[in-house]
């Protein structure tokens, strides 16, 4: 299996939140992202970040960094890894499910009632099948692995 790492010091200049800012569409899904700048004063990481792990569709995987609080959505989507999320997180549409290890489900705070009703209404729904957005990343949850599940595939 081919494995992605994206170490903190890259990701000061592609943390998440700032893709769409810098108007980079056309480079989020490229191998390597392009700096936004040659030097980034601000170093989100500067205090330590959690690292998740994503299977993508083709089977690839991907450590990502991340701070305490992000949803892991956002995570996948602002490293470039190409997941659908149309609803931009309001649980609204069910294209941000994920596969959740299932030595993971246990660590994680179970689904809301909204959650619930989402996952009812999508395909090839599991025992460990998440909304990626309603998911924080924390401290308790460094090493989280999860796998992009159907339906989370960007059109096109
Ligand atoms: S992004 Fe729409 S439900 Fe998660």
């Not at 299996?1 to 899904?29: F, H, S, W």
């Not at 004063?41 to 299977?55: A, L, N, R």
């Not at 959650?115 to 025992?127: K, R, S, T, Y």
Request: net charge negative.
């Amino acid at each position: 299996m081919e494995r992605v790492t994206i170490e903190p010091d890259e990701a000061v200049r592609y943390a998440p939140g700032t893709a769409e800012l810098r108007g980079a569409k056309d480079d989020i899904m490229t191998d390597t992202p392009q700096p936004i700048f040659e030097e980034d004063p601000f170093d989100p990481f500067d205090e330590g970040s959690i690292k998740i792990t994503v299977v993508d569709r083709d089977g690839v995987e991907h450590t990502l960094a991340a701070l305490d609080g992000w949803r892991v959505m956002e995570v996948i989507r602002d490293w470039g890894l190409p997941i659908k999320a149309e609803c931009g997180g309001a649980c609204a549409c069910g294209t941000c499910h994920v596969y959740v290890d299932p030595e993971w489900m246990d660590q994680l705070p179970p689904p809301t009632d909204e959650e619930m009703d989402q996952l009812d209404q999508i395909f090839e729904v599991q025992e460990n099948s998440r909304l990626a957005c309603q998911i924080l990343t924390a401290e308790n949850l460094e090493g989280l692995r999860l796998t992009l599940a159907p339906g989370s595939e960007l059109d096109g």
